[in-house]
RNA sequence: GGGGCGAUGGUGGAAUUGGUAGACACGCCAGUCUUAGGAACUGGUCGAGCAAUCGGUGAAGGUUCGAGUCCUUUUCGCCCUACCA
């Protein structure tokens, strides 16, 4: 028997794919369509385990969908924006574009080893200019709709990077890459009003039923609408201020109201800027830092103003009106009113202030005279002391009936707030894309014309220099527009940006009028699967929906509001860590392991402690290289095993014993393959044929079932299923054709998973047309069935009978098995439970 | 603090609507064979027991003829989010 050559096998069909272009497609709108998306890979040099098991999760269901007749759209490109490339740039003496061109290039071939059908006359790279131009248009696009604008705000700065941070950049305080602790910097910035588009963004998620609901409600709690309503305080004292709003979902705890707490930023702090002690205060808050621990343990501390604020449900109270550290600037109105009662955080600062603390809900179990002591009590229940809401019933009854009481007399109203702020996209960087503005001496914003797009970003210039590098391209800068000398904007847009719209590039990637051509996107958008991790769950997934929101609003062309129909995010690929005696990390390619109980550390016998498996990091070195794995085992091995041991959307084990075994399993498919071929030679006698039909037939339909569930680790189990039945049965008497209509059939069903190997075999056959096939529900009926009989709910025995056998016959041939028998004993049977062709359970 | 997900052999995981728990794989054990290979093949592998049997899906209850699956309580683990008024 010949050994199954991989290498050489799996370079002829990928050379075979791309001389023949088999995965090219046009719009085609006499197809069905289907578009296939995985996100695309930031191009840092080589491809990771992650994106094996992403690409092959994606191959299965292109391919698949291909043979079943689709037009498929699976493209690839490249997130090639971004701080990487800059920091390598500046630390290697580079330039930012050479460093990204090499790395795609090195990507592409090792993406191409993995022989995935990507159509790669689609691909594209967000920091070619030929896309940015179109990104730099619907900049402009939003401008004219004022749906983007220019704010003086505060911003999170990192100083290390010397950037700009959106909020959900900054993680306990500290910058996503490089940890520094961020600063807050006010600055002029570009936002998008994403906003503005809460609530469509809120219920679009009701229509999303192919994503997964833990993504949906990720997206829920970040758009945060909340249901209240807005206060208008009145003020008393020393300082010109009549008046503050509060937003609270909670106003009908109104009557035990007893302090206002306002953030370190309101309006009302410009009247302390001198105070010493007010800024020595202010001082406190930004040390208690933002970390987890700091929030959890969080002292409240407050600054007492010598304003009173007056309680519009009882204007004969007026209680102290404080700056206070835990009240944030951006939600609501940065002021809160103080219930200490009920809720926590109130009730821990007035305790510490020694604030009145007044009980206005009772819980229902507990009567008039309940009195809030050691903890707040923010949960439902029963209004008292508080005038005429007593007695309703908190919070449904009570909040509305409060704020019909406050509109009445104009001091408040119903509002709705939402927690999802608007989307900061300026970035002061080099390597990216250039903001189509310029400025005149006034610093007055004009939009750079459309036909002066792309603004291109210069190149060959010197990285080296603190903060933005486009500040220092004073040619550059420079820019004449309609007669008038401007300067240019020097930031660039978040590379979040270029990956909020590159699905719809896909659709016509060398487009030069616009991003896309309306007829591309009316047939092949919305993507039908999009597949990628979960930790793009809410920024790129929301971002990508506001874009859709964007570009439809005031236009009605453009009628897509959700990009992705269908979503699925994989888990993540782990492997074994490992560490010598003083506690580094030891790589696995490092280990030595002897009779795969001792782990030594090569060349040098220290014992290496083994630890559990986590996420591949370079931090932990337990990062496999997917080119080694190809190298050693071939593409369709490493295919088989990352989608073999682990439902897709959970973590995979990756381990040596696994990979090695999806290889042999492969041999043995070639062994199997070359026993078949002779089998099919005999053209034996017609004996087996219906066995043989029947086996593949259900298969075909297990396989089936299991592709349209992404559950791929249970079409591996089938694959290893239905090797054991040839490889047992092969020799049975099959005539020619039904062993070949067959096998042929069960070769193509895993073409999706080890193509390569799968087509070598059905080329051999000299098969040409490969079209899915579809089982046959009728052939699915067993000629015989397996029969539980149970005694009292507990299995006795196993019946094999013929289908249909209705109760009274099933009960007269157990009647004659001695097992049964033998528990029935004599005793009366009380009752019979039937399902046919399943189950009998006799009770006694 | 809020929200979500999960818990099944030594391991990863199977178990369509409640109806044979442990498919398939790894590991392990035993054996066969050889041109000694990254071998291949055959058999076994939830626990206890010689066996008949009995017990068994984190724990405790409940519904049901019957529960891994449904309900209640609880423990543990993971993930997301966070002073959101």
């Known amino acids: 028997m010949n050994r199954y050559n991989f290498k050489s096998i799996e370079t002829k069909w990928q050379n075979y794919w791309e001389k023949n272009k088999s995965f090219k497609v046009k719009t085609d709108p006499s197809k069905k369509k289907f578009y296939c998306l995985e996100m ?91 896309y940015y131009k179109h990104q730099q248009a619907f900049f402009l696009e939003l401008f004219e709709k004022k749906l983007v604008y220019r704010k003086e705000n505060y911003v999170n700065w990192d100083p290390i990077d010397e950037t700009v941070l959106a909020n959900e950049q900054v993680i306990d305080g500290k910058g996503w890459r490089s940890g520094a602790i961020v600063e807050r910097k006010k600055l002029s910035q570009w936002f998008f009003n994403i906003s503005k588009f809460s609530q469509e963004l809120l219920d679009g998620l009701e229509k999303l039923n192919s994503w997964p609901n833990k ?27 009549n008046n503050i709003k509060c937003f609270t979902t909670r106003p009908d705890t109104l009557f035990g109201f007893s302090f206002l707490a306002l953030s370190i930023d309101h309006e009302v702090s410009k009247f302390f800027r001198d105070n010493k002690d007010f800024l020595r205060f202010k001082n406190e808050c930004s040390k208690t830092g933002t970390t987890e621990e700091a929030i959890a343990v969080g002292e409240k501390i407050g600054f007492k103003t010598n304003l009173k604020a007056i309680n519009p ?8 009106v404080y700056f206070a550290n835990f009240v944030l600037m951006d939600y609501g109105f940065g002021a809160v009113f103080g219930c ?62 409060t704020i019909e009481v406050l509109e009445e007399k104009k001091l408040g109203r119903k509002q709705i707030n ?71 904007e020097t930031d660039t847009l978040d590379t979040f940006v270029c990956s909020s719209w590159y699905y719809l590039r896909f659709c016509s990637p060398r487009e030069t009028a616009y991003g896309f051509k309306k007829e591309d996107i009316d047939y092949w958008m919305p993507v039908d699967q999009y597949i990628g991790g979960v930790e793009h769950a809410i920024l790129h997934l929301l971002y990508s929906r506001f874009f859709m929101q964007a570009l439809s609003y005031e236009n009605s062309d453009f009628k897509i509001l959700e990009p992705f129909n269908g979503l699925f995010t994989q888990g993540m690929v782990c492997h074994e860590t490992y560490k010598d005696p003083d506690n580094n990390w030891i790589s696995p390619d490092e280990l030595e392991i002897i009779d795969g109980k001792k782990y030594l550390k090569k060349n040098k016998s220290i014992i290496v402690s083994v630890g559990p498996s986590e996420s591949m ?49 492969i041999q043995k498919l070639w062994n199997l393959n070359e026993k078949v071929i002779n089998e099919i030679k ?76 799968a087509n070598e075999c059905l080329n051999i056959l000299n098969i040409k047309d490969i079209k899915w096939p579809d089982y046959d529900l009728s052939m699915l009926k067993e000629e015989l069935v397996n029969i539980v009989i149970q005694i009292n709910g507990k299995k006795r025995a196993l019946i094999q009978t013929k289908p249909n056998i209705d109760e009274e016959k099933l009960f007269e041939i157990i009647m004659n098995n001695e097992k049964i028998i033998k528990y029935l004993d004599q005793k009366t049977i009380k009752r019979k439970i039937f399902i046919k062709d399943k189950l009998l359970n006799i009770i006694i």
């Open 215 to 241: 993504v949906k409600i990720m997206q829920k709690n970040w758009i945060g609408k909340s249901f209240g309503c807005e206060i208008d305080f009145r003020i008393e004292g020393d300082l010109p201020v």
């Open 40 to 130: 695309f890979p930031y191009p840092s040099g080589k491809i990771h385990m992650g994106h094996v098991r992403n690409y092959t999760i994606g191959d299965v269901l292109a391919r698949y969908k291909f043979l079943k007749g689709y037009n498929v759209l699976h493209p690839m490109g490249w997130d090639s924006f971004g701080m990487p490339a800059e920091n390598a740039a500046k630390q290697n003496n580079l330039d930012p574009k050479k460093w990204t061109e090499t790395n795609i290039l090195n990507m592409k071939t090792q993406l191409k080893k993995l022989g995935l059908s990507i159509d790669w006359d689609r691909e594209i790279s967000t920091c070619n200019k030929d």
């Open 418 to 488: 939402f927690r999802l702020k608007d989307w900061g996209v300026s970035r002061q960087r080099y390597w990216g894309c250039p903001i189509p503005i310029a400025y005149d001496e006034n610093g007055k914003a004009y939009p750079i014309p459309k036909s002066m797009l792309p603004v291109e970003l210069p190149e060959n210039i010197d990285l080296n220099v603190k903060g933005n590098p486009l500040d220092t391209q004073n040619t550059w800068r420079e820019v004449t527009i309609d007669g008038k000398k401007l300067l240019r």
């Open 682 to 757: 005999k053209d034996h006698s017609n004996d087996a044929d219906t066995e043989i039909k029947k086996f593949t037939n259900k298969y075909l339909k297990k396989i089936h079932d299991n592709l349209e569930s992404f559950s791929y680790n249970k079409i591996v189990a089938n694959l290893y299923e239905m090797y054991s039945f040839l490889s047992k049965q092969i020799e049975k008497p099959y005539t020619k054709h039904t062993l070949t209509d067959n096998y042929q059939k069960i070769l193509i069903v895993m073409t999706p998973i080890i193509p390569h190997f």
């Open 313 to 320: 449900l009882n204007p004969k109270q007026k209680v102290p």
């Open 340 to 401: 200490p009662a009920h809720d926590q955080r109130d009730f821990d600062f007035a305790k510490k202030y020694d604030l009145e603390i007044k009980t206005v809900v009772k819980p229902f179990d507990k009567n008039k005279n309940f009195k809030v002591i050691n903890e707040a009590y923010p949960g439902p229940g029963i209004l008292i002391n508080s005038g005429f809401l007593n007695d309703l019933e908190a919070p449904e009854e009570s909040v509305l009936k």
């Open 617 to 665: 990091s370079k931090s932990k070195k337990n990062t496999i290289d997917p080119e080694n794995i190809i190298n050693n085992y071939g593409a369709d091995a490493a295919r088989l095993f990352i989608l073999s041991d682990s439902p897709p959307e959970k973590d995979v084990q990756w381990s040596e014993e696994g990979i090695l075994s999806s290889y042999k399993f």
